[in-house]
């Protein structure tokens, strides 16, 4: 009899550490939703072609805290979104320089 019984105990346990996970994964959804994001433009020199956009956009997206980075060669610039309690401006200067490329200024686009 005490053989019948362990496996049911092995599907309840499995089954309550299924639903724990799942709370658990939606409390950090929720808790990214309430962050709030800053928005920069970041003037960048040394950049030519679409590759150049893809160099920075990928050494950006790199750091914990990027929400989204979009850089173009024609306007020489990049937007950045990011959440400024997990990186800085410091951080993302580094990233862009790191890939080869010159940051010329940022300028605070907006908060949200």
């Not at 962050?35 to 956009?53: D, Q, R, W, Y």
């Not at 990027?66 to 850089?71: D, Q």
């Not at 890939?99 to 686009?109: E, P, Q, R, S």
């Amino acid at each position: 009899m005490l053989l019948r019984s362990i496996p049911n105990f092995f599907l309840l346990f499995t089954i309550l550490f299924f639903v724990a996970s799942c709370g658990h994964e939606q409390k950090s959804k929720k808790e990214d939703i309430t962050m709030k994001a800053s928005s920069i433009e970041v003037s960048i020199g040394g950049m030519t072609c679409t590759g150049c956009e893809q160099t920075i956009q990928a050494g950006v997206s790199k750091l914990d805290g990027i929400k989204s980075v979009k850089a173009s060669h024609t306007a020489a610039n990049a937007f950045i979104e990011y959440y400024p309690d997990q990186v800085d401006t410091l951080k993302i200067r580094e990233a862009i320089t790191g890939t080869g490329y010159t940051v010329k200024k940022f300028i605070v686009t907006a908060q949200n």
